[in-house]
Nanobody, 124 residues
Framework: QVQLVESGGGLVQAGGSLKLSCAASGLTLRRYTMGWFRQAPGKERDFVAAITWSGGTTYSADSDKGRFIISSNNAINTLYLQMNSLKPEDTAVYYC?????????????????WGQGTQVTVSS
């Protein structure tokens, strides 16, 4: 049974940083495209960043300005999202996801697996 468990969310002031973690069980990270999505209140769930089985990374237009960095530690089956220079508009529930496909930064096959989400709140 696949489980993705996020941690590291919280309340931070604008300009601050947070590092999210996603501990995976029931699958091997290096065999899948893994990534992060986020959902703000009243909005759709949006793609943030992905890392492929080969280590390649892809970011959404919003996060592709060097503020967010996705990485993984395959030895402990954990995915990370380092978020810097946070803005109030980054406030959302952040979800870890596994097994999906991208064309550029567009999702063409939705994730097979989701975590439960972790809340990130950025105050102004």
């Amino acid at each position: 049974q696949v489980q993705l468990v996020e941690s590291g969310g919280g309340l931070v002031q604008a300009g601050g940083s947070l590092k999210l973690s996603c501990a995976a069980s029931g699958l091997t990270l290096r065999r899948y495209t893994m990534g992060w999505f986020r959902q703000a209140p009243g909005k759709e769930r949006d793609f943030v960043a992905a890392i492929t089985w080969s280590g390649g990374t892809t970011y959404s237009a919003d996060s592709d300005k060097g503020r967010f960095i996705i990485s993984s530690n395959n030895a402990i089956n954990t995915l990370y999202l380092q978020m810097n220079s946070l803005k109030p508009e980054d406030t959302a529930v952040y979800y870890c996801a596994a097994s999906f496909s991208l064309a550029g930064n567009r999702i063409i096959y939705s994730p097979d697996y989701w975590g439960q989400g972790t809340q990130v709140t950025v105050s102004s």
